[in-house]
């Protein structure tokens, strides 16, 4: 069983930068597709960023070239970095582990104020 748990959210400024957590709390994270998703009120929870643990990093169009995903199998944790952030980067952020089988995280709520 794998239990995700996200840390970093808060509030940042326009132009700003955030750093979001995620620990992977089970065994073999090495074979799991780590990313993160998220959603903005009222909308679907949409595809941010993804990496594997050969290296092979994927990212949205939004945030490509601003945010850099991460991980550290050996410390079970995958981080996004997130840098000149948007209002429409506000959203509740989600991490997700991929290997046949998906494991969500419970989110963490990120806003980009004035």
């Known amino acids: 069983q794998v239990q995700l748990v996200e840390s970093g959210g808060g509030s940042v400024h326009l132009g700003g930068s955030l750093r979001l957590s995620c620990f992977f709390n089970g065994n073999g994270m090495a074979w799991y597709r780590m990313a993160w998703y998220r959603q903005a009120p009222g909308k679907e929870r949409t595809f941010v960023a993804s990496?594997?643990?050969?290296?092979?990093?994927a990212y949205s169009d939004s945030v490509k070239g601003r945010f850099t995903i991460s991980r550290d199998n050996n410390k079970k944790i995958a981080q996004l970095q997130m840098d000149t952030m948007t209002f429409e980067d506000t959203a509740t952020y989600y991490c997700?582990?991929?290997?046949?089988?998906?494991?969500w995280g419970q989110g963490t709520q990120v806003t980009v104020s004035p």
């Open positions: 990496l594997t643990s050969g290296g092979y990093a």
């Open positions: 997700n582990a991929h290997s046949g089988a998906d494991y």
